[in-house]
């Protein structure tokens, strides 16, 4: 079955940074988007960003220019580089993939079907 295991998150001041990583197991990891989420207390869980098999890349207007959404495809890794961190990207953040390869679809109109167990991240004002 497909597993999904975050790592990197953790507590650091505004403006910091942090990379997300998620590493996937389970299946063809080429063949399939691969996106992060995030859900801070109180509040739905949103896209971040999303990469699709053929490496386009989505953002969500409030990470753009400060998120980078990248995967090797070697090592069955996605990542997250997130610069410029703000109190409000406070969260956990959750790594997902579709369990449709959706060729020609947009990452980010993808169903997600599986997640990991989400990693916590803090940024201090």
């Known amino acids: 079955q497909v597993q999904l295991v975050e790592s990197g998150g953790g507590l650091v001041q505004a403006g910091d940074s942090l990379r997300l990583s998620c590493a996937a197991s389970?299946?063809?990891?080429?063949?399939?988007?691969m996106g992060w989420f995030r859900q801070a207390p109180g509040k739905e869980r949103d896209i971040v960003a999303a990469?699709?098999?053929?490496?386009?890349?989505y953002y969500a207007d409030s990470v753009k220019g400060r998120f980078t959404i990248f995967r090797d495809n070697a090592k069955n890794m996605v990542y997250l580089q997130m610069n410029s961190l703000k109190p409000e990207d406070t969260a956990v953040y959750y790594c997902?993939?579709?369990?449709?390869?959706?060729?020609?679809?947009?990452?980010?109109?993808?169903?997600?079907?599986?997640w990991g167990q989400g990693t916590q991240v803090t940024v201090s004002s």
């Open positions: 990469i699709s098999r053929t490496y386009n890349t």
């Open positions: 389970g299946r063809t990891f080429s063949g399939y988007s």
């Open positions: 997902a993939t579709p369990g449709l390869r959706g060729l020609g679809s947009r990452p980010e109109n993808m169903k997600y079907d599986y």
